[in-house]
């Protein structure tokens, strides 16, 4: 069955510093894979997607994420965190027709 | 563009009562949008698939006859939560995907809707 598991449920960094959220899926066929970033109370916001080619992604506000097919992974990263990215993340999967979505992960961001 | 909107974003019902959250493409006709419910600190659960002119797709365990979906025309889906009890407290989010652009699960989603049963 398809899923995404997104392992680390809080991470805390330090403004300035490098990001990098995991994600790992599960899906017998090539995956369209996508970032999600959701702030309090507020709907979804597409950071960036990957359907084929060029395995490093960009996205919008700094972010890039990295299609590894051996290891079944789309990890985001970003290598200097602003305050203003503290928020929920989400990595997900399309299959049959859905999106599958991992667990999310909470980013806090210490001055 | 792609811009996804939902009405009201914050709604309290009392219990027993039916409530009905609209989600509407703004700038895009959408042949299918989905409707998620989200508890605090969760991820999102697919509801429901809501295809225009047709019956809404459930998922396994969501009530049909107490969350009504209805897709009416290319830009308007509603989602009425009928006979509303506190369970059903949460945050309702839509998504949207465009007409035309296949099997390609870019989903485009709505900033959500509040709801509160007391």
């Known amino acids: 069955a398809q899923s995404v598991t997104q392992p680390d449920i809080h991470i805390t960094v330090s403004e300035g510093a490098s990001l990098e959220l995991r994600c790992n899926y599960s899906y017998g066929a090539t995956p369209y894979l996508f970032w999600y970033v959701q702030s309090p109370g507020q709907g979804l916001q597409l950071l960036l997607k990957y359907f084929s080619g060029d395995t490093l992604v960009q996205g919008i506000k700094g972010f890039e994420a990295e299609f590894k097919r051996s290891q079944s992974s789309f990890n985001l990263r970003k290598p200097s965190v602003h305050w203003s990215d503290a928020a929920e993340y989400f990595c997900?999967?399309?299959?049959?027709?859905?999106?599958?979505f991992g667990q999310g992960t909470e980013l806090s961001v210490k001055p | 563009g792609a811009v996804v909107s939902q009405h009201p974003s914050r709604v309290i019902c009392k219990s027993g009562t039916s409530v009905k959250i609209e989600c509407r493409s703004l700038d895009f006709q959408a042949t299918t949008m989905f409707w998620y419910r989200q508890f605090p600190k969760q991820s999102l659960m697919l509801m429901a698939t809501?295809?225009?002119?047709?019956?809404?797709?459930?998922e396994q365990g969501v009530e049909k006859d107490k969350f009504l979906i209805n897709h009416a025309s290319l830009t308007l889906s509603t989602l009425t939560v009928t006979s509303a009890h506190p369970e059903d407290s949460s945050f309702y989010i839509c998504?949207?995907?465009?007409?035309?652009?296949?099997?390609?699960?870019?989903?485009?989603f709505g900033p959500g809707t509040r709801l509160t049963v007391t």
């Open positions: 809501s295809n225009e002119g047709s019956k809404a797709t459930y």
């Open positions: 998504s949207a995907i465009k007409s035309g652009q296949g099997a390609s699960y870019e989903q485009y």
């Open positions: 997900a999967v399309g299959a049959r027709g859905k999106l599958i």
